[in-house]
């Protein structure tokens, strides 16, 4: 073998040879310049791993848990006896047995702290312990790597991570995204994340005659009117009513005691009644649809007197426009009020807008004035009910006789439509005819199938 063959042979695989020459044979001597990989060292970190395994484990956590639960109960046993002692101390024999009973369960308790004491010790030591370790078989793996020349650690790594980043974007992209933040300075409230309930479930002093109706409180009561719950019910075909029926507190509402009748007109339905179970009551009056018009109605229950505002000329109204799901429409519910913390809206659709939802603000002057506006791509016709959160209209649909889906929402302030919230509300009935959102208890107010309900709406 010639001098530059064995020079080219160094460069490419850098050791280092030695040449001689026994007549016509070559003999060379291969060295490894590289260190002797530390086997060793590798072995003792394994080893230290499997202690660490091994010394820690689940049950220790559990024990500790035990513990902790334990001393919980006999400090609350110890104070249940210690009250029956105050209240039935006769000062003789009773008052000493019970006395013994504390005595001996506080030695019970003593004990458990010692335990607790002695068990927290041992495992703040361990948590020293194996730290140390931790960071020695750290510094033990730096050092190991180094004998990774073709980089097989780095390069797995690496790749680890990036396959890390794929699944963290898979999961993004399908991920539902959440509802829309409320930001704090609007009304505090942060974003809806659940609705919980029915806390409220019971049939009105009506029993089950009356299946289309409405029921909640004052948004923005008068002084004195703050307690007050009113009801309506719509008594001639389930499409009218012409009188609101207010009780003085929950209680007797639910029991139907002492209701106070408020009549729009003497007879139903004609002008002015309502019509469509849809109506919210805001600083002491009921808004709702006027009777065979595409008009708002307020009735002032104070001096019993009706202002109104009309909407576009092309707003559906006597059913053009309904509520409804494949299997039902909900008749007489072009029009919808709701209440926020803002004030009152009133939502319905036009035919210059095909049919989709429109809002807008009305302005509880006297008489109403309708103020912003906004049009939306949501079809009204595949919405059963909507109400407002701090300027954030929400829908519902049906999916089942069990179960309602707030599916859908529209942000006034940014005009962010969504139609991927699933929020589901859980039925008692099968349908519901209205939902408002009462902005000072946060809470949905139901009128299911003659049923009143409550719900309660879980922000974040």
Not at 257 to 263: L, M, S, V, W
Not at 269 to 291: D, E, S
């Amino acid at each position: 073998m010639s001098l530059s063959n064995i020079f080219i042979l160094l460069i490419l695989i850098h050791l280092t040879f030695t040449q001689t020459v026994r007549g016509k044979d070559c003999v060379c001597d291969l060295k490894n310049s590289d260190p002797a990989f530390p086997e060793k060292k590798l072995k003792n970190v394994e080893t230290t791993a499997l202690q660490c395994i091994g010394t820690i484990t689940p049950e220790m956590m559990t024990d500790l848990d035990r513990l902790v639960l334990g001393l919980q109960q006999r400090i609350k046993q110890v104070e249940e006896n210690v009250i029956v002692l105050e209240k039935e101390d006769d000062r003789n024999l009773y008052g000493a047995v019970t006395l013994r009973i504390i005595e001996l369960e506080i030695a019970e308790i003593q004990d458990l702290l010692h335990k607790l004491n002695s068990t927290t010790r041992n495992y703040r030591h361990l948590s020293v312990q194996t730290a140390a370790q931790l960071e020695d078989m750290k510094d033990a793996m730096v050092e190991l790597e180094k004998f990774d020349s073709m980089q097989v650690i780095k390069t797995n790594r690496e790749n680890q991570r990036v396959k890390r980043s794929l699944e963290q974007c898979k999961e993004e992209l399908n991920a539902t995204a959440a509802p829309p933040t409320v930001p704090p300075a609007r009304c505090g409230l942060g974003r809806m994340v659940s609705v919980a309930g029915p806390r409220i479930y019971s049939l009105t002093v009506y029993s089950t005659s009356y299946t289309y109706g409405a029921w909640g409180r004052d948004a923005n009561p008068a002084p004195g009117g703050e307690n007050k719950y009113w009801l309506v019910v719509l008594s001639s075909s389930n499409v009218y009513g012409n009188f609101i029926r207010q009780y003085s507190t929950l209680s007797t509402l639910l029991l139907g005691i002492g209701p106070t009748d408020t009549y729009i007109s003497s007879s139903n339905p004609t002008t002015n009644t309502i019509q469509g179970p849809n109506m919210v009551m805001y600083g002491n009056a009921l808004y709702y649809n006027c009777y065979n018009t595409y008009s708002v109605c307020q009735f002032n229950m104070t001096t019993r007197s009706v202002s109104t505002v009309a909407l576009p000329k092309d707003t559906g109204y006597n059913s053009k426009f309904p509520f409804a799901h494949l299997g039902a429409t909900y008749t007489y519910t072009d029009m919808d009020f709701t209440t926020d913390e803002s004030g009152v809206y009133v939502i319905y659709a036009t035919t210059s807008n095909f049919g989709n939802v429109i809002i807008s603000k009305v302005e509880t002057s006297n008489p109403p004035v309708l103020n912003q506006t906004w049009s939306t791509s949501l079809y009204k016709r595949t919405v059963t009910n909507t109400f407002m959160v701090c300027g954030v209209l929400y829908a519902t649909r049906y999916l089942d006789k069990d179960t309602e889906e707030i599916f859908y929402s529209y942000d006034t302030k940014t005009k962010e439509e969504r139609y991927d919230l699933n929020m589901k509300i859980k039925k008692m009935q099968t349908n519901i005819e209205f939902l408002n959102y009462d902005p000072r208890d946060h809470l949905l107010y139901v009128y299911s199938d003659a049923f009143i309900l409550t719900y309660e709406l879980i922000f974040q």
